[in-house]
């Protein structure tokens, strides 16, 4: 989560957000989509996407975790996601929480992550799949 929400103005229907620099983890796959896709380094990129999905998924379990299992983002997109590319280095960072939505129950929240987040990303990328 970001240090700074900036603020919220409730009578104008009005908030602000703190810019996140970064590239995205979609701008980083697009940027590596040809090295993804070679067969030679499949294992490689196979192991990154482990991190980036325990990554993403602890960025967006956090948030519902602090709204009390009421609110999640929707949909979950490696867009909306600052990772380190190594996994050794911390800082994963939701760049915005404008997407909230109600959590109708625990499995539609779980669904949402694995097809939204996982999927979607891994039929963009199939080099990704394992």
């Known amino acids: 989560m970001v240090e700074n929400f900036g603020g919220y103005w409730p009578e104008y229907q009005l908030y602000t957000e703190e810019y996140i620099h970064g590239e995205t983890l979609t701008a980083y796959l697009d940027r590596n989509r040809d090295d993804i896709l070679d067969d030679s380094k499949v294992d490689r990129w196979q192991m990154r996407w482990l991190h980036f999905i325990w990554n993403g998924i602890q960025a967006y379990q956090d948030f519902w975790n602090r709204t009390e299992f009421k609110l999640s983002i929707q949909p979950p997109s490696p867009s909306n996601l600052v990772i380190p590319q190594h996994d050794y280095s911390t800082g994963t960072r939701l760049i915005s929480i ?5 959590t ?21 990328y199939p080099g990704l799949k394992n």
């Not at 404008?98 to 109600?102: D, F, I, M, Q, T």
């Not at 109708?104 to 990303?121: C, G, K, N, P």
């Open 98 to 102: 404008s997407g909230r939505k109600p």
């Open 104 to 124: 109708e129950s625990m499995a539609e929240h779980f669904l949402s992550l694995y097809t939204d987040y996982i999927v979607r990303t891994e039929n963009k």
